[in-house]
């Protein structure tokens, strides 16, 4: 787990909703000096700790601790890839042909 990431996305997602650390740290029942820490990446939330801080800014526990959304996005993507590759030579080329042809037609849309 990357601490400095998750701190990161506290913060991110904290200052989006225009709310300073002295007011979220109250509403998340941490510390100021907890919540400073969390967000330098310093300290690191006990899951109870993450969760009610992802319930306080309305996200995922996994926006929090995913770098960004990229990442998921790459993993999905992987996961597809996976997939297609299990397929035969020939359904592959089919699937890229169709994938081919989508791109193709959103670039006019």
């Known amino acids: 787990m990357d ?3 998750i701190g990161k996305n506290i ?3 904290r200052k989006a909703k225009s709310i300073k650390q002295e007011d979220f740290a109250e509403i998340a029942g941490i510390s100021t000096t907890y919540l400073s820490d ?3 990446g310093r300290k690191t939330p006990k899951l109870e ?3 009610r801080i992802a ?3 309305d996200v995922s526990a ?3 601790v995913l ?3 990229k990442l998921g996005e790459q993993i ?3 996961v597809l890839w996976s997939r297609i590759e299990s397929l035969s030579i020939s359904k592959r080329k089919a699937i890229l042909n169709i994938v081919d042809a989508l791109i193709s037609n959103m670039q006019n849309i």
Do not use: M
């Open 3 to 5: 601490v400095k990431s």
């Open 11 to 13: 913060a991110k997602y």
């Open 38 to 40: 969390l967000e330098r």
């Open 49 to 51: 700790t993450l969760l």
């Open 55 to 57: 319930d306080c800014l």
């Open 62 to 64: 996994d926006a929090l």
């Open 67 to 69: 770098n960004n959304v």
């Open 76 to 78: 999905s993507a992987n």
